[in-house]
């Protein structure tokens, strides 16, 4: 087996099948799919439980409550068998090329642990814009925020391992994605973002709604906690500032400003 992929999901009903059979269609079949409900009221156990007697690369582990995203992929990471970590939300979807062309990354690059890619942005009414990153982030990079978009990597098992999975603090809470590249980075470990378009990541005003003050607070504390490991440069150590404005700025104002520019970012083929 070469992937294993990681999911958590929470009341996932609506997308999850959607989800679920965009990595079917994967032209590399070598993996398991581990997804852990994370405490789910909607039919989202029943769901999962049709996926996996029709496919045995399906296994699914329940939460007797909400536990939250560290915890959850945590224990997913826990039951892993593959040398290679894929993660996967619920209500994202994946071009059938993705595995193949992050494996090809990986043995092209030997010293990357991390491969991630750009993505499509879309909603409910369809495709209206695009996430692009660097192809290689520096640790400036990953501290400026221009690192990796989380759902869309694939990394090695042994960086995982080796630097003790996801955080479960609190303070990491909507942040944990974050903390893992910078302490990625701090071990040593490096990333890439292959140039092509292979995700199709669901972005709409509810997601931008979840964005809040104490979200940012916790961005600053990761930055103060991993910053003096990274060799920044004094303009990266003087950018740990601005969570920490955003903070203080009305939350409506942020949003709006995090909307506008996701639906005014140019289209790029």
């Known amino acids: 087996m070469k992937i294993s992929i990681l999911m958590g999901t929470h009341n996932g009903a609506r997308f999850i099948g959607a989800a679920i059979r965009s990595l079917q269609a994967q032209t590399v079949s070598d993996w ?3 997804v852990c409900d994370d405490g789910s009221t909607d039919d989202t156990p029943q769901i999962l439980a049709a996926f996996a ?14 536990s939250g995203l560290q915890f959850t992929l945590n224990r997913c990471l826990a039951r892993a068998q593959a ?11 994946c071009h059938p090329q993705r595995f193949a062309a992050q494996l090809a990354a990986l043995q092209r690059h030997p010293e990357i642990s991390i491969v991630g890619c750009q ?3 879309f909603s409910d009414h369809g495709i209206y814009s695009e996430r692009h990153v660097p192809e290689f982030p520096t640790a400036g990079d990953v501290f400026r925020g221009q690192n990796f978009i989380h759902p869309t990597v694939l990394m090695r098992r042994d960086m995982l391992i080796s630097v ?4 479960t603090s609190r303070w990491v809470l909507r942040a944990e994605d974050f903390d893992l590249w910078c302490k990625a980075y701090a071990y040593g470990y490096r990333g890439m973002n292959l140039p092509q378009k292979l995700f199709y990541y669901r ?3 509810t997601n931008i709604k979840r964005r809040t003050a104490q979200q940012h607070r916790n961005v600053f504390r990761i930055m103060r ?3 003096p490991a990274l060799n920044l440069s ?17 939350n409506p104002w942020v949003r709006a400003y995090h909307y506008r520019h996701r639906q005014n970012s140019p289209q790029r083929s």
């Open 53 to 66: 007697q029709q496919d045995r690369r399906i296994r699914i582990l329940h939460n007797d409550h909400k």
């Open 203 to 205: 972005e709409d005003q």
């Open 164 to 167: 003790g999975g996801y955080s």
């Open 32 to 34: 398991e799919l581990i």
């Open 83 to 93: 040398p290679f970590i894929a993660r996967m939300d619920d209500d994202d979807r």
């Open 119 to 121: 993505a499509y942005l």
């Open 225 to 227: 906690t991993w910053g």
């Open 234 to 250: 004094w303009r990266d150590v003087c950018y740990q500032g601005l969570p920490l404005l955003k903070a203080c700025l009305a």
